[in-house]
Nanobody, 128 residues
Framework: QVQLVESGGGLVQAGGSLRLSCAAS????????MGWFRQAPGKEREFVAA????????KYADSVKGRFTISRDNAKNTLYLQMNNLESEDTALYYC?????????????????????WGQGTQVTVSS
C-alpha cells in the first residue's frame, strides 16, 4: 500500500509561484503513473496534471498549460508540481494521486476515478 503526503501549499499573491511536493511511501511509486488534482469549494475535484512512471510523458489541463510543470524523482519517491503565474482561479485543495497498473491509457489520465491511491491534500490560496 502506498501512502502519499502533500506539502508546499500556502498563501501567495496572484502572479506568484509555489512548488508542491508529494512524498510517497511504498515500493510501487516508481512504477506508478502519478497525477495532481485540485478541488475548489463547491466544485468537483478536477484534473491538473499527470506524469508517466519514467517521466517520459506528461499531460496537463488546458487551464494550467504553460504555467504548471509536473515532475518526479523516483529515487526520492517524490512527485512535484511547480506552479508559476498563479491566478485566483487556482485557489483549491491540491491532491496527488497514483495509478499502479502497468497499463494505464493516456486518455484515462485525467479521470479521477482511475487512480488507486490519494493523499490528504495541501491548500493553495491565491490572493488577487
Amino acid at each position: 500500500q502506498v501512502q502519499l503526503v502533500e506539502s508546499g501549499g500556502g498563501l501567495v499573491q496572484a502572479g506568484g509561484s509555489l512548488r508542491l511536493s508529494c512524498a510517497a511511501s511504498g515500493r510501487t511509486f516508481s512504477s506508478s503513473t502519478m497525477g495532481w488534482f485540485r478541488q475548489a469549494p463547491g466544485k468537483e475535484r478536477e484534473f491538473v496534471a499527470a506524469i508517466s512512471w519514467s517521466s517520459g510523458t506528461t499531460k496537463y489541463a488546458d487551464s494550467v498549460k504553460g504555467r504548471f510543470t509536473i515532475s518526479r524523482d523516483n529515487a526520492k519517491n517524490t512527485l512535484y508540481l511547480q506552479m508559476n503565474n498563479l491566478e485566483s482561479e487556482d485557489t483549491a485543495l491540491y491532491y496527488c494521486a497514483g495509478h499502479v497498473s502497468a497499463y494505464f491509457a493516456y486518455t484515462d489520465w485525467s479521470s479521477r476515478g482511475a487512480y488507486d491511491y490519494w493523499g490528504q491534500g495541501t491548500q493553495v490560496t491565491v490572493s488577487s
